[in-house]
Nanobody, 121 residues
Framework: QVQLVESGGGLVQPGGSLRLSCAAS????????MGWYRQAPGKQRELVAP???????NYVEAVKGRFTISRDNAKNTGYLQMNSLKFEDTAVYYC???????????????WGQGTQVTVSS
């Protein structure tokens, strides 16, 4: 079993930045896919960005050029750097991990509990 714990959420003004972290209980990101999802009130959970074990990434159109997904295998930690935040980025952000196929299928096996990001003036 793998546990994922997100941190780094909070309240930020529009245009500000936050870096979310996802700590795994064991080495998983170096050989598996990881993804960041978000769910805004009244909306379905959406995939923001996945990263493959080899570093290949992708981003939903709404965050391209503003968000960067990365990981540090030595620390068993994944990150989501969020810059130029907008009101519409307000959501609970979740990290997920799973087999490499999850990069394409979105069938992740493990989920964190989520961290709230609120963009407000």
């Amino acid at each position: 079993q793998v546990q994922l714990v997100e941190s780094g959420g909070g309240l930020v003004q529009p245009g500000g930045s936050l870096r979310l972290s996802c700590a795994a209980s064991r080495d998983i990101f170096s050989i598996n896919a990881m993804g960041w999802y978000r769910q805004a009130p009244g909306k379905q959970r959406e995939l923001v960005a996945p990263i493959m074990w080899d570093g290949m990434t992708n981003y939903v159109e709404a965050v391209k050029g503003r968000f960067t997904i990365s990981r540090d295998n030595a620390k068993n930690t994944g990150y989501l750097q969020m810059n130029s935040l907008k009101f519409e980025d307000t959501a609970v952000y979740y990290c997920a991990a799973g087999p490499n196929s999850a990069y394409y299928t979105r069938n992740y096996d493990y989920w964190g509990q989520g961290t709230q990001v609120t963009v407000s003036s």
